[in-house]
């Protein structure tokens, strides 16, 4: 598979591209972020741009991918316009930009407390004509150990993983990146992609 991910500066979209990379069936990743994601591997192609609305149809490197990993995002607390542009703009213009949608699967890094605004999103994604489109609502993450992306915030969270988890409120990153792998695939069996789904998925990939 040939994969296209945001969000690899970030906590998630490091996590992810960290888990699949070696993976066999993962043939190329190219990661579209604001800076170079600091991961050097012969698999993975870089597009930096200063600005993700400034992505073009046009773009030949975009072409020839099977699936998008949007793992760019915020949760809340931040201005709103901001937050909508990042959980809502840019991932609706670059699934508008994607040449071949009808062949490609798109993965859209949702929240477990999604909101009206990555709820918007939600729907339009499952109507842009996609393949297959899917949300993922993960709760507390915990990281590979290879993370260099782990933002105080978000360990703050992590104190918590040992209860979420036995509470069926917490993932593993490992397990998430290879149950997009796993979705890419083979897909699933519904859009909404939850906390426990996230484990069946995985598993199922480990299996095979």
């Excluded at 591997?41 to 149809?57: C, F, G, N, R, T």
């Amino acid at each position: 598979m040939k994969i296209i991910i945001t969000g690899s500066t970030g906590y998630v979209g490091e996590g992810v591209l960290r888990t699949i990379i070696d993976r066999p069936e993962v043939e190329k990743v190219l990661s579209i972020s604001r800076r170079p994601c600091g991961v050097g591997h012969p698999k993975l192609e870089e597009l930096v741009l200063a600005d993700l609305m400034d992505i073009k149809a046009d773009d030949a490197r975009l072409a020839g991918y099977d699936g998008v990993l949007f793992c760019a995002g915020m949760t809340g607390g931040f201005p709103k316009e901001k937050f909508r542009v990042i959980c809502q703009d840019i991932p609706l213009h670059l699934a508008q930009m994607l040449p071949n949608r009808e062949a490609m699967k798109y993965i859209f890094v949702s929240g477990s407390g999604a909101g009206k605004v990555k709820q918007e999103t939600e729907r339009r994604l499952f109507s842009m004509g996609f393949k297959e489109a899917y949300s993922y609502r993960m709760g507390i993450m915990k990281p590979l150990p290879s993370q260099k992306n782990n933002p105080k915030t978000i360990k703050m969270s992590q104190r918590w993983y040992s209860v979420s988890r036995a509470l069926n409120f917490g993932n593993t990153m490992e397990n998430i990146g290879l149950s997009m792998l796993e979705c890419l695939k083979e897909g699933y069996k519904k859009p909404l992609i939850g906390i426990k789904d996230i484990d069946i998925l995985a598993e199922k990939y480990k299996n095979e």
